[in-house]
């Protein structure tokens, strides 16, 4: 059986050995949805903001009636899609929006940055680990208000 050289590899391939990063495979995205389907491809910034703050509001109460699952992948799903919602709404840099902003909200959620930082880190482009650690830091520090705070020793 032949080896695959670079130019053959499969882009799942290129992406675990680490020769090929999110951001690479989020700029293929658009060259590959028109010739597919293109409405998928395109989302307006409302529709992304909105399904991330649905998300961010549907999953604890998902999990307080009962649901099984954690809240960890929900809370970055959350983050990237109003991250992306608000890098079309400002004309930022999406990676580095999403990037930062993700880890904060993370960080926030878990009250834990490294655990965030480990986390994501792999996820995005080395180059904004720098502004991946801040934000961590900084969505840890943030006070989480107190009617969204589980209380030792209440009703369950």
């Not at 989302?43 to 307080?64: D, H, Q």
């Not at 009250?111 to 830091?137: D, H, V």
Request: proline fraction near 8%.
């Amino acid at each position: 059986m032949p080896q695959r050289t670079n130019a053959t590899k499969s882009s799942i391939q290129r992406f675990a050995m680490r020769e090929l990063t999110v951001e690479e495979i989020i700029n293929q995205s658009p060259r590959r949805c028109q010739n597919t389907h293109r409405p998928m491809c395109v989302m307006p910034a409302a529709v992304l903001l909105a399904t991330g703050v649905l998300k961010a509001f549907v999953t604890p109460l998902c999990i307080e009636l009962g649901w099984k699952g954690g809240d960890l992948f929900p809370c970055i799903f959350a983050g990237v899609a109003t991250d992306y919602g608000l890098a079309a709404l400002t004309g930022a840099d999406a990676m580095l929006m999403v990037t930062v902003t993700t880890t904060a909200f993370l960080a926030g959620v878990t009250k834990k940055p490294l655990l965030a930082l480990g986390i994501l880190a792999p996820c995005f482009p080395m180059r904004g680990i720098l502004y991946m650690g801040l934000a961590a830091l900084a969505g840890a520090a943030f006070p989480i208000p107190a009617t969204l705070v589980k209380r030792p020793g209440a009703n369950k």
